[in-house]
């Protein structure tokens, strides 16, 4: 009789803790606009959903997708925030759901670093904009979310606060520079979160870690309170595990509405272009294609595109307009902000090689951006680039062109600084992973690298969506539509 209850006993406490993990796991895949939906229904709590994913980050700490993590204030925000719905007096659309914000956005009452030890120190005293109005409709900041030093890189591999780990492979590099952004978001330690971009750096990581990031046209969000690399071409940009949650974050930071309806597939154009498609890892050509397959399957068309040349303009006015600008930008943000930092001292305490070696010869040192060449750049190579887009887009009646975000999956952490392998040879890591990203930027175009699977080896890869300009809204309709043609990408194992 003892042995029977004992088993008895010993089955329920297995069906209890089962139980129990599965809800953990079921709060932790739920995406902003579901945990908000659950939260005002009261099918759960703004503390329980807290709760679970402090306990899922607490475990996997060794990631380094955290700078910092404001457990306390979390949990008292949740507090209020429960307490609030309790009255009937929801904030707004994220009413008390976590989100993570990269460590380079103002943040009231926590330190900003940007990834470098220079900033350990700086408080700011108010959010930057961007910030301010997702607290506003109710978001709780759950923590501050680690980066490429100083938003100068792809890789997070960040020499000051650790390297970022991938969501799916803790060997390989999660992307950046807004890695840590993606890779909480990709391993369900938040919902959705901010990250920014400059060429590439919300859309990259969010590739690699299996997630949907955004790039708004340039200018449609404010800057203010973020730490700079170039005014021109920097920008916030919304990440999530749906596309939904990106129209709902950018609805709210835009003051538009929150929700839409997907686009009709069959009055869908999409541009293909072939300079984005070469030399491409076979696994990423392989998720490319059948992403494409899907598209026309769907009824949207496809049209064939050549645009080589945007691609060499490109790469003469990429680098002279950011480097010449983050001289000028960077130095006057630590002097607006009351940083207790110049220039020269942040870039004396730069950790990681990579972004020191940018600081000390090309922006600080004798192979600095010569004004001349800044000036042809921004008054004649960024326009004639930005028409080429425009032109393209109406000649070809375009909604959108489609393209891989990325050459090639997540690369390991070790060994991946200076060159990563593709197709069997030696690959500069940087302009490589930057290769298709970084021309929409520096046109100032938005894009959306939506996640279009994994591959053998269980690695994610996105197909990246880029419309003309201030089609942002559009795009996001789109986005929608061919979300639901891609395979759903599972959790990390």
């Not at 350990?120 to 109710?138: F, Q, S």
């Not at 279009?452 to 990246?464: F, I, M, Y």
Request: charged share 20%.
């Amino acid at each position: 009789m003892q042995r029977c209850l004992t088993t008895i006993l010993f089955s329920a406490s297995l069906t209890l803790a089962a139980s129990a993990a599965a809800a953990e796991q079921d709060l932790a895949e739920m995406s902003a606009g579901q945990a908000a939906r659950a939260i005002a229904s009261g099918d759960t709590t703004s503390a329980a959903l807290v709760e679970t994913l402090l306990e899922r980050i607490a475990a996997a700490k060794s990631g380094n997708a955290f700078i910092a993590i404001d457990a306390q204030g979390a949990r008292e925000g949740a507090r209020d925030a429960d307490a609030a719905m309790a009255r009937g007096e929801a904030a707004g659309p994220l009413h008390g759901v976590p989100i993570v914000i990269k460590d380079n956005i103002a943040t009231s009452g926590l330190a900003t670093t940007a990834g470098t030890p220079a900033l350990k120190g700086w408080t700011p005293e108010t959010d930057a904009p961007v910030v301010a109005r997702l607290r506003a409709a109710g978001a709780l900041v759950l923590g501050k979310t680690n980066l490429h030093e100083l938003a100068f890189g792809i890789t997070s591999n960040n020499a000051g606060f650790g390297a970022v780990a991938n969501a799916y492979d803790p060997s390989r590099f999660a992307g950046g520079s807004s890695g840590g952004t993606a890779a909480a978001i990709g391993g369900r330690l938040a919902p959705a979160g901010l990250g920014t971009d400059t060429g590439g750096s919300a859309r990259i990581p969010a590739a690699l870690n299996g997630i949907a990031g955004f790039r708004p046209s340039s200018g449609r969000y404010p800057q203010a309170g973020i730490v700079p690399i170039s005014h021109t071409r920097d920008t916030a940009g919304p990440m999530a595990r749906t596309v939904a949650d990106i129209v709902l974050l950018d609805g709210i930071i835009t003051e538009t509405p929150t929700a839409l309806e997907p686009a009709l597939p069959a009055g869908i154009r999409i541009g293909v272009p072939a300079a984005f498609h070469t030399d491409l890892d076979p696994e990423t050509r392989r998720l490319a294609q059948a992403a494409l397959d899907a598209m026309e399957a769907a009824g949207v068309t496809l049209v064939p595109l050549d645009m080589a040349a945007v691609t060499e303009l490109n790469n003469r006015i990429g680098f002279p307009i950011a480097l010449w600008e983050a001289k000028r930008d960077l130095a006057a943000f630590l002097a607006e902000h009351g940083t207790d930092r110049d220039l020269a001292a942040v870039a004396d305490e730069i950790a990681s090689p990579d972004v020191r070696f940018v600081f000390d010869e090309l922006i600080l040192g004798d192979k600095a951006i010569p004004d001349a060449v800044y000036q042809d750049a921004i008054g004649n190579g960024r326009p004639r680039l930005q028409a080429l887009y425009a032109e393209t887009f109406a000649r070809h009646d375009l909604d959108a062109i489609a393209f891989p975000t990325t050459p090639l999956p997540a690369q390991p952490i070790e060994g991946s600084d200076e060159t990563v392998m593709l197709n069997g040879k030696p690959a500069p890591t940087f302009p490589t992973f930057i290769r298709n990203t970084d021309p929409g930027s520096n046109a100032g175009i938005p894009g959306i690298s939506l996640p279009a699977g994994l591959t053998r080896d269980g690695l994610p890869v996105g197909l990246e969506l880029d419309g003309p300009a201030f089609s942002d809204r559009h795009l996001l309709a789109i986005a929608l539509a061919v979300e639901a043609m891609l395979p759903a990408t599972p959790a990390p194992r």
